[in-house]
């Protein structure tokens, strides 16, 4: 799989910043924004590049389309010390990027959420850490299409995988792609509940 050019990369960037700037995980990290909220998509803007940049070094990543309308960013069965490299360079990025309050939101997060995540015995799976599609693009099954190639690749693969979200009326949607919600947890930074959904492994 080949890495998209700067100006998709860009785009795609700026898709998922449009898309997710109301998620609480994401108005949270971006706390040194306040309420301009210019200032925090492009902030997002930044945050997504990252993320892209490092599922395509050491996870995978899936465009909703040659428009850069979206994506779907996976951790995968990626050789452990690739994927703790990929995050530790965007974690030195991404402390400069949110600032000092930000950061902490961050770290402070990403741990409650594998503290609830261990005893799901989900060391092995799959993990879809950001999936969107630009509001004006919506409704037009970008949102199954752009999953459809990691859900394939997770099933070739014989593997689990999982995602949370904050975004309740979500559920009946990956549900329907074989994800079942396996725990309804209250974080304490964001201040909001979260899901855990997770898909068996199944045949290819």
């Known amino acids: 799989m080949s890495s998209p050019s700067n100006i998709e990369s860009s ?3 700026r898709s998922l910043a449009v898309a997710l700037i109301g998620d609480p995980f994401y108005r949270t990290v971006t706390v040194a924004c306040g309420d301009d909220e210019a200032a925090r998509l492009a902030m997002l ?19 909703a389309d040659d428009a850069g309308h979206g994506a779907a960013i996976w951790t995968t069965d990626t050789p452990a010390a690739l994927r703790q490299a990929a995050y530790a360079q965007r974690e030195a990025a991404l402390r400069a990027l949110l600032g000092a309050r930000g950061f902490a939101h ?10 609830a995540l261990a ?23 970008l949102g199954a299409s752009v999953l459809a190639p990691g859900l394939a690749a997770v099933d070739a693969a014989g593997a689990a995988c999982f995602l949370e979200t904050y975004n309740e009326r979500s559920l009946p949607f990956y549900a329907r792609l074989g994800f079942v919600a396996a725990g309804r947890y209250a974080e304490a930074v964001t201040g909001c509940d979260y ?3 997770v898909r068996a492994p199944r045949a290819a």
Do not use: C, K
């Open 11 to 13: 785009g795609t960037a």
């Open 45 to 63: 803007d930044a945050y997504f590049a990252l993320a892209l940049a490092e599922g395509w070094q050491a996870g995978r990543v899936d465009l």
């Open 106 to 115: 961050f770290t402070a997060i990403v741990a409650n959420m594998e503290h």
């Open 119 to 141: 005893p799901h015995g989900l060391r092995d799976a799959w993990y879809l850490s950001i999936a969107g599609i630009a509001p004006a693009a919506q409704g037009q099954g």
């Open 195 to 197: 899901w855990l959904m």
